[in-house]
């Protein structure tokens, strides 16, 4: 699943694991849980999840391996905010070949920015001083910045893989998740 900060990558990969019966693997989530339970994965990552920085490929692509290990080839999972740089995505290409289950479909979820900054107002007033550290508005402007520069590439990239698939993540949950799951019939 593929998209900016504030596109709804998290609710589509839920809504979507669930109507298929896939396992759901969010990066941000899988840190955001490293970093709550002070583990040495946690506390590596902290920085650059606080600052809404990328965290380093290497360290990023073996957490993920290694929970896909947990698979055997016959189930299916929904990759949520990974991979986010093209060495992401070569290492997980490269992975999944060894594991011979190739990626099937990227769905990007396309949401203009000046909505994805609107998303933001509206979480950051309902959340009060519940917001998450990474969600204030300079540090969402600068995942915005580091999104455009680093994973968007990624939408290139697959397009000339062929494995691209684009929604409009525009409407309610409901209506982008209907969107989702017509174009992976
Ligand atoms: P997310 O919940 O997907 O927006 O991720 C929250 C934060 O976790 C990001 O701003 C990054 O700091 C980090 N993160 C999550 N996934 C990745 C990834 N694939 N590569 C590098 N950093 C990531």
Do not use: C
Not at 41 to 55: A, C, T
Not at 117 to 122: G, H, N
């Amino acid at each position: 699943m593929l998209g900016a900060p504030g596109a709804g990558k998290g609710t589509q990969s839920a809504l979507l694991a669930e109507k298929i019966g896939a396992h759901h693997i969010s990066t941000g989530e899988l840190f955001r849980s490293a970093i709550a339970e002070g583990t040495d994965i946690g506390k590596k990552v902290k920085e650059y999840v606080d600052r809404g920085d990328l965290v380093p490929d290497k360290l990023v692509v073996d957490v993920v391996t290694e929970k896909l290990k947990s698979f055997t080839a016959e189930e299916s999972f929904i990759l949520d905010g990974f991979p986010r740089t093209i060495e992401q995505a070569r290492a997980l290409d490269k992975f999944l070949e060894e594991r011979q289950t190739p990626l099937t479909h990227i769905v990007y979820i396309d949401v203009p920015n000046d909505k994805l900054l609107e998303r933001l107002r509206i979480r950051i007033e309902q959340s009060g001083s519940q917001a998450r550290s990474d969600d204030s508005e300079e540090v969402f402007a600068h995942r915005l910045k580091v999104y455009w520069e680093e994973t968007a590439p990624l939408i290139e990239f697959y397009k000339e893989k062929g494995v691209l698939f684009s929604v409009d993540g525009l409407g309610t949950p409901e209506e982008v998740s209907k969107r989702v799951l017509e174009v992976l019939k």
